[in-house]
């Protein structure tokens, strides 16, 4: 890992401390116990929130600030919530300014499969261990850097290609909605499993260098699941706020979600995102961080 | 007096728009207008606890003399460099 790279992900872990983030959430709430309904310490609530991974108390809160602003959320985007799933959480809808730095809209959905297909998709995934390699950056001209990136990768998945690719398919509106992305020509979903053991990481970086950049890709999304009890600890994703037009992103600000088993996440691929260092004591490939990532293309 | 300039006689409080917590021993404080972070070290911890009243920074230097092997004139310049900071970042307010 580049020493820059280090530095980033020292002070990323600082940020995202859950220490840290309950120290100040707490502080907070002390000042919000004398002006409860003070919308700018609510969206710092927020924020803290999004950066401690408190996906559930994030999105209360972003309910209550919406309720409080008097932007109720329209029916176009509830109808779309509960298409995909009537747990489906969203953030930062509608809030993408193009030529500012906005934080990434979110479609996260937790138990997206049934146990027996997360057993499934586990064991398929465990007894192609041999079909796993180092897998590369960049989309015009893939190449393996370990300074960059270290995730082990398969494109085999047997009948779960499909299962995903169908929830894909069928749910293309309900994403642009949810994710504030403009419709589109749907071309296809690239899609694989990855695993990160040991010291796996993918550094701050973005899918596309514009909505409808040149490497077609639209939404990015993944599917964690892993063995349980969990083995390793990190490998959390970090969506940033990003300038999309400068192609810049804050590493103060951004959201953090953990690979909880079974949770389902989306986001715009121009939007930064990292994958934090995976700790996997025992480097066991069974126990990794395993995820089943794929990327929306447009025509 | 000129708030823009602090001086030993300066009555220095904590202003609203500031978090703070302790994490591994080392205090954080945090700007709700800028997001921004600062951490604190032992010397910096113990000034900002001290402003949780307001304080003249005559008095804060004695109390640091107090908990701190420093000599009076490099404690005073420290606290007053420190809380230049914090005055910039607009986390304290100078009666």
């Known amino acids: 890992m580049e020493v820059t790279t280090q530095q980033i992900y020292q002070k990323l872990s600082q940020l995202s401390n859950p220490q840290l983030n309950l120290g100040l959430l707490s502080s907070l709430d002390k000042k919000l116990g004398k002006t409860p309904n003070d919308l700018g310490l609510l969206t710092l609530q927020l924020e803290l929130f999004q950066k401690a991974g408190m996906l559930t108390e994030a999105f209360t809160s972003q309910q209550k600030i919406a309720e409080l602003s008097g932007k109720f959320v329209s029916d176009e985007i509830t109808s779309a919530a509960q298409q995909l799933s009537p747990v489906t959480k969203y953030f930062n809808v509608g809030k993408i300014d193009p030529n500012n730095f906005s934080a990434a809209p979110l479609v996260l959905i937790d138990d997206f499969l049934s146990p027996n297909l997360v057993s499934e998709l586990l064991t398929h995934t465990i007894e192609h261990e041999h079909k796993f390699r180092m897998a590369n950056v960049g989309s015009d001209n893939p190449h393996y850097v370990p300074d960059k990136r270290l995730t082990h990768v398969c494109f085999d998945l047997g009948k779960f290609k499909a299962h995903f690719r169908d929830f894909i398919k069928k749910n293309i509106n309900n994403f642009t909605i949810l994710l504030d992305v403009p419709h589109f020509n749907f071309d296809k979903s690239e899609i694989k499993i990855t695993n990160h053991l040991n010291g796996g990481f993918f550094q701050p970086h973005a899918d596309n260098t514009a909505i409808y950049g040149d490497s077609k890709r639209v939404i990015s999304w993944l599917y964690y699941f892993h063995q349980t009890p969990k083995a390793f600890e990190g490998g959390e994703l970090l969506a940033f706020n990003s300038n999309i037009e400068q192609q810049e992103y804050y590493t103060h600000k951004f959201t953090k979600i953990e690979p909880i088993n079974n949770r389902f996440v989306a986001f715009p691929s121009c939007f930064y995102h990292a994958v934090t260092p995976t700790l996997l004591t025992d480097n066991q490939f069974s126990n990794g961080r395993m995820a089943v990532a794929g990327h929306i293309r447009f025509n | ?95």
């Open chain 2, 1 to 95: 007096m000129n708030n823009n300039i602090l001086n030993l006689n300066s009555v220095i409080s904590r202003a609203e728009n500031v978090l703070d917590c302790t994490v591994d021993n080392e205090m954080v404080l945090m700007s709700v207008t800028s997001g921004d972070y600062i951490n604190l070290n032992a010397q910096a911890s113990a000034i900002w606890s001290e402003i949780s009243e307001s304080q003249s920074v005559s008095m804060i230097v004695e109390k640091l003399l107090g908990q701190f092997e420093v000599e009076l004139e490099a404690c005073q310049q420290q606290t007053l460099d420190f809380l230049n900071v914090l005055q910039q970042e607009k986390l304290i307010e100078v009666a």
